[in-house]
């Protein structure tokens, strides 16, 4: 069902500041920005090998991203997983008795179909599915 790792969500507070490490420390390259309005967050999208780092920054002071820092700090929020086709990923979740946060797929950043799997249900880990068309 797993593809490969699509990216690693890591949550900040100043997007700036976090993309001058992973540039300037790291040489990783900026291939863009996107605000996502519905999930409160502006991502930035620094590609690696055939996966990709997504800084993730709240612009709402009750987004996810920013409760998410309030609760456990800056670092890894979600790991997410390609998958070829998001439906019946997520049918195979629930089958296999995983809790999923989304039943549904959702709009994801670059222009995904996300859906997130219940971290009580993943050894702590939130995990996204990702379809890329």
Do not use: W
């Amino acid at each position: 069902m797993v593809k490969k790792v699509d990216h690693i969500g890591i949550a900040v507070k100043n997007l700036d500041e976090a993309l001058k490490f992973y540039q300037e420390t790291l040489g990783l390259n900026l291939s863009g920005t996107e605000v996502v309005e519905q999930q409160k967050v502006k991502v930035a999208f620094l590609p690696i090998g055939d996966s990709e780092v997504e800084l993730l920054e709240s612009t709402e002071p009750d987004g996810p991203i920013a409760k998410y820092i309030e609760k456990k700090g800056e670092g890894i929020q979600h790991i997410a997983y390609r998958v070829d086709n998001i439906e019946e990923a997520i049918a195979e979740m629930k089958e296999k008795g995983v809790r999923m946060i989304d039943e549904k797929p959702r709009y994801g950043a670059g222009g995904a179909k996300i859906a997130f799997c219940h971290p009580k249900s993943t050894y702590g880990v939130l995990i996204e599915l990702c379809q890329r068309d």
